[in-house]
């Protein structure tokens, strides 16, 4: 499976963005898939996860502000941000993997996922 995440970019405090992972390879509908973020000097923390039954989980942090989604006709999952803050500031990378996991935690574990995409840059100013 190859991931390419995209629709970072530059935005005001409170203002909205929307990335997309588009996944190539067969079986797209059964990978969970994650979000998570890299800050400079901080390491790689959660941010939203989608399994392939559609169960969604989010970091504190994001909660009512992102949401997950995906569209396995398009073989793509979403990050909907909305009000976002500068301390969203960050490269987002989209994983997947293939792996059912029976406790949600797992889905929040960077080690959990197989499958990396490149990361795209999310700038928020104040």
């Known amino acids: 499976v190859q991931l390419q995440a995209s629709g970072g970019g530059l935005v005001q405090a409170g203002g909205s963005l929307r990335l997309s992972c588009a996944a190539s390879?067969?079986?797209?509908?059964?990978?969970?898939m994650g979000w998570f973020r890299q800050a400079p000097g901080k390491e790689r923390e959660f941010v939203a996860a989608?399994?392939?039954?559609?169960?969604?989980y989010y970091a504190d942090s994001v909660k009512g502000r992102f949401t997950i989604s995906r569209d396995n006709a398009k073989n793509t999952v979403y990050l909907q941000m909305n009000s976002l803050k500068p301390e969203d500031t960050a490269v987002y990378y989209c994983?997947?993997?293939?792996?059912?996991?029976?406790?949600?935690?797992?889905?929040?574990?960077?080690?959990?996922?197989?499958?990396w995409g490149q990361g795209t840059q999310v700038t928020v100013s104040s």
């Open positions: 994983a997947a993997t293939g792996t059912y996991y029976g406790r949600s935690y797992s889905y929040m574990t960077p080690g959990s996922y197989d499958y």
């Open positions: 989608i399994s392939r039954l559609t169960s969604t």
């Open positions: 390879g067969p079986s797209f509908s059964t990978y969970a």
